[in-house]
Nanobody, 125 residues
Framework: QVQLVESGGGLVQAGGSLRVSCAASGRTFSLWIMAWFRQAPGKEREFVAAINWSGANTRYADSVKGRFTISRDNAKNMVYLQMNSLKPEDTAVYYC??????????????????WGQGTQVTVSS
């Protein structure tokens, strides 16, 4: 059974930084595409960032490019999202997701097979 567990959310002031983490179970974790999505109140879930199995390929939403960095540690079954220069509009529940396919990196949440429970990130102005 695959489980994704997020951690590291919290409250931060605008301009600050935060790192959220995702711990994954599953023997084939190292083969999956891993992604972060977010959902703000009253809005649809949106793509934030994704990384392929080796970490060589990443993809970001335009709204976070240059501010957020996704990374993974396959030895630890962990995925991270480093968030810098945070803005109030980054406030949302952040979800970790896994796609069992290795290619391509997709932005549609419907393409992802497993989801975590989410972690709240709140950016105050």
């Amino acid at each position: 059974q695959v489980q994704l567990v997020e951690s590291g959310g919290g409250l931060v002031q605008a301009g600050g930084s935060l790192r959220v983490s995702c711990a994954a179970s599953g023997r084939t974790f190292s083969l999956w595409i891993m992604a972060w999505f977010r959902q703000a109140p009253g809005k649809e879930r949106e793509f934030v960032a994704a990384i392929n199995w080796s970490g060589a390929n990443t993809r970001y939403a335009d709204s976070v490019k240059g501010r957020f960095t996704i990374s993974r540690d396959n030895a630890k079954n962990m995925v991270y999202l480093q968030m810098n220069s945070l803005k109030p509009e980054d406030t949302a529940v952040y979800y970790c997701a896994a796609d069992r396919e290795q290619y391509p990196i997709l932005q549609d949440p419907g393409e992802y097979d497993y989801w975590g429970q989410g972690t709240q990130v709140t950016v105050s102005s």
